[in-house]
């Protein structure tokens, strides 16, 4: 038997009188449980309500810019089943209303056209209309919105894949400014600032190498997308140093040099194999778990940064590592790196550490989901009861991670590990 349920606006959260601006279904539409009905924007945050039930559309109670709070009716949906007359929705996930939802980093291969993502992160649209985007493979930032202040609509979504189109949006890494009152916290953002710097003072231009060029791409699209946290800690590596110093005398004939690089490749796949969940990769909504251990590490080059990749790292010794990373390192700074060499890879070291510097916040190599930074070792006055004091080499530790994938007890953990296995090397072996 048909029965009209009224749908509510279930909990959400803290937030009352919130604006409803995109009603998804019209009287007469046939929804599934879970299909979004309409869509609510705080000054937070994109949320949209989708259908508890499935059911018939027979009355719609809310307009645009209507201000509804929890228990709100939103609209009447007739249900082949009998329950109770009201049903609240739960809320999807919301997205931020300046930089909404990052999708996961995906190979748009299927679309037949790659999306960028980092244009795609930005665009003004909320959750159910990304979900449609991904779906038919559109770019959501090469859309402009015909919704208030430029919002993405479902309509733009569907005319865009119909062919229909809509014409080009700023892309994310030129200046988009952002629908009013929908910036971060409320502040709009502004365009690029263009200057005419010749007005203060002699310049010269200096266009940026191709590597830079493809490097500043990908270093923008990782940092936009991926919800980046760093954590900071600290290796104890008294002991591990005289111990390096003792192997390249000894392999002073070989003409390998061991820095303190290799070492920390063998201590991150240690550490990668306790904690399985950053050697992997977001897949949709799945982790891809990987059981393999390719380390890449950053590379300074006259042409820019560059990450080669060493393979199954767990199966090589440290003379072996360091022969390998100083070929490849020649190599990228040749500009002689294959892009096999550079492919691969399930964690990234990048080291400063002869360079300088205590701590910095390594941007993730995506679609890793960590990375791990090194600055300089320095001799640090350590105590354990607070009495007596002694000098301990110190090596910081700064990694950064995906918090979409890791949480902060997992990333406190896994410093922890990597620092104490640095600290004595026998833990490689547990
Ligand atoms: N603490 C103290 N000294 C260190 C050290 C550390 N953590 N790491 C290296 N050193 C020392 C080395 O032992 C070496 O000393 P000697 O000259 O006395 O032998 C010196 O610093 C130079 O080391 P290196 O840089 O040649 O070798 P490496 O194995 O540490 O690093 C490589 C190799 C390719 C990673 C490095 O040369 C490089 O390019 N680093 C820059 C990476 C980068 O740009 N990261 C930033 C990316 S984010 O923008």
């Known amino acids: 038997m048909s029965n009209a349920i009224d749908i509510k606006v279930p909990d959400i959260g803290d937030f009352s009188d919130v604006p409803v601006i995109e009603i998804f279904v019209k ?189 500043a791409a990908n270093l923008h699209r990782n940092w936009v997308v991926i919800p980046h946290v760093t954590t900071h800690d600290e290796a104890d590596i008294t002991d591990l140093e005289p111990f390096r110093v003792q192997m390249n005398k000894e392999l002073e004939k070989s003409g390998v040099k061991i820095s303190m690089l290799p070492f920390m490749m063998k201590a991150a796949v240690a550490t990668l194999k306790k904690f399985p969940e950053f050697n992997a990769s977001l897949d949709g909504d799945a982790l891809v778990l990987k059981n393999y251990w390719h380390i890449g590490f950053a590379a300074d080059t006259p042409n820019g940064l560059m990450v080669p990749v060493i393979r199954d790292v767990d199966k090589k010794t440290v003379p072996d590592i360091a022969k390998e990373m100083g070929e490849l390192a020649k190599s990228a700074r040749d500009g002689k790196l294959k892009p096999d060499q550079m492919s691969g890879g399930t964690f990234t070291i990048s080291s400063l550490g002869g360079i300088g510097g205590i701590y910095f916040t390594p941007i993730i190599n995506a679609p890793e989901v960590a990375i791990m930074g090194v600055c300089k070792s320095y001799w640090k006055q350590h105590s354990a009861d607070g009495k007596s004091y002694t000098s301990r080499l110190t090596l910081p530790l700064s990694l950064s991670w995906d918090h979409r994938v890791i949480d902060g007890a997992a990333a406190a953990r896994f410093n922890v590990h990597f620092a104490n296995v640095l600290a004595d090397l026998r833990r490689v072996l547990f």
């Open 27 to 215: 009287v007469g539409d046939t929804v599934k449980a879970e299909d979004p009905l309409v869509s609510l924007e705080s000054d937070k945050a994109t949320m949209d309500v989708p259908a508890p039930l499935s059911g018939v559309v027979q009355a719609i109670t809310v307009k645009l810019g209507d201000k509804v709070s929890e228990g709100s009716v939103i609209l009447s949906l007739a249900t082949g089943d009998a329950p109770a007359a009201t049903a609240a929705a739960a809320p999807a996930a919301p997205a931020t209303a300046a930089a909404p939802t990052a999708a996961p980093v995906r190979d748009a291969a299927s679309t037949g056209s790659a999306i960028d993502e980092a244009a795609f992160a930005l665009a003004y649209a909320g959750p159910a209309v990304r979900k449609l985007a991904r779906e038919l493979g559109v770019d959501l930032g090469k859309l402009k919105g015909s919704g208030e202040h430029g919002r993405i609509v479902r309509a733009d979504v569907e005319s865009f894949a119909k062919g229909g189109g809509a014409a080009a949006a700023p892309t994310a890494g030129k200046a988009t400014p952002a629908p009013a009152g929908g910036g971060v916290g409320g502040i709009d953002l502004l365009p690029w600032p263009k200057v005419d710097f010749a007005k203060f003072g002699p310049t010269e231009r200096k266009e940026l190498s191709r590597i830079k060029k493809i490097s």
